[in-house]
Nanobody, 126 residues
Framework: QVQLVESGGGLVQAGGSLRVSCAASGRAFSTIAMGWFRQVPGKEREFVGAISGAGGNINYADSVKGRFTISRDNAKNTMYLQMNSLKPEDTAVYYC???????????????????WGQGTQVTVSS
């Protein structure tokens, strides 16, 4: 029902900024909660943050709070992750996800999200 495509990843030096995007199609974008996750090889997928359908509620992982900002433009069916003050430990493949649930909560567990994009690589050099 939902197709997600991430873009905007790249190579950034520590302290720099980058914005990644997630374009959605197949369902009314404004009605579904979306999340950002990241993963490095050999490690479990890690919650970054999530945003409600209308954008009124946002939750962030403690590791990125104050540095990353999630937003969405429902007219463009696109969610964004603005990353500032990047650190080498932020290096990962970043995935967007859609949660298909009537619940209004924004969980951190990746198992509670139903649709995933292919990911976009973000590399932060020291």
């Amino acid at each position: 029902q939902v197709q997600l495509v991430e873009s905007g990843g790249g190579l950034v030096q520590a302290g720099g900024s980058l914005r990644v995007s997630c374009a959605a199609s197949g369902r009314a974008f404004s009605t579904i909660a979306m999340g950002w996750f990241r993963q490095v090889p050999g490690k479990e997928r890690e919650f970054v943050g999530a945003i409600s359908g209308a954008g009124g509620n946002i939750n962030y992982a403690d590791s990125v709070k104050g540095r990353f900002t999630i937003s969405r433009d429902n007219a463009k069916n696109t969610m964004y992750l603005q990353m500032n003050s990047l650190k080498p430990e932020d290096t990962a493949v970043y995935y967007c996800a859609a949660r298909m649930s009537s619940s209004s909560t924004l969980p951190s567990s990746p198992t509670l999200y139903s649709y995933w994009g292919q990911g976009t690589q973000v590399t932060v050099s020291s």
